[in-house]
T-cell receptor, first 118, second 115 residues
């Protein structure tokens, strides 16, 4: 069972360009989460999605950032008009679709996508 | 609201000595608690979790953690550190009943094990 797959692993963009980060959840998982790790900082929650739905986007910057998780295909985190402050590691995670509040579901992380804005 | 604090930015131990990485949490109700490890330029790897039951939880690579409800702590421990344990460690919490299943992470603690 393959783990959470993220690509690209490393991405370099010039200021003003667009960055697209892809995440394929573990097989059988229909919940996807995106986290951002800035240099020398911890992980910060960005957005939580289920298939075709955004459940919680409270951690997403209000502008330039968007996320989707279509019925078919990977989840996409899109950053428009990138700036140097967007340089970070972006981690995707997934969990099983059937949430049971007593289960203590663990979420599993991908290897991350490192974005560098020059 | 739920939160996690890791009071030490870095912990230094000598190889073979016991190690402790501290974590305290705050939730309104009962917590699920997790530890993850991040090696350089890699993603997070799951180490262990506390859901319910025995307060001492054993996980991967010889790590264990003790849930202390009165102190709202979930410190990570290992009896004998290895140089290869050097990495970044994250504690995380999710409040039981949080249907959003969102984990809140601490800031991370860098563990340095010297030979």
């Amino acid at each position: 069972n393959a783990g959470v797959m993220q690509n690209p692993r490393h991405l370099v963009r010039r200021r003003g360009q667009e960055a697209r980060l892809r995440c394929s959840p573990m097989k059988g998982h229909s919940h996807v989460y995106w986290y951002r790790q800035l240099p020398e900082e911890g992980l910060k929650f960005m957005v939580y999605l289920q298939k075709e739905n955004i459940i919680d986007e409270s951690g997403m910057p209000k502008e330039r950032f968007s996320a989707e998780f279509p019925k078919e295909g990977p989840s996409i985190l899109r950053i428009q008009q990138v700036v140097r402050g967007d340089s970070a590691a972006y981690f995707c995670a997934s969990s099983p679709g059937a949430l049971r509040v007593s289960s203590g579901n663990t979420i599993y992380f991908g290897e991350g996508s490192w974005l560098t804005v020059v | 609201a739920q939160s996690v604090a890791q009071p030490e930015d870095q912990v230094n131990v000598a190889e073979g000595n016991p190690l402790t990485v501290k974590c305290t949490y705050s939730v309104s109700g009962n917590p699920y608690l997790f530890w993850y490890v991040q090696y350089p330029n890699r993603g997070l790897q799951f180490l262990l979790k506390y859901i319910t039951g025995d307060n001492l939880v054993k996980g991967s690579y010889g790590f264990e953690a003790e849930f202390n409800k009165s102190q709202t702590s979930f410190h990570l421990k290992k009896p004998s550190a290895l140089v290869s344990d050097s990495a970044l460690y994250f504690c995380a919490v999710r409040e039981r009943g949080n249907a959003g299943n969102m984990l809140t992470f601490g800031g991370g603690t860098r563990l340095m094990v010297k030979p």
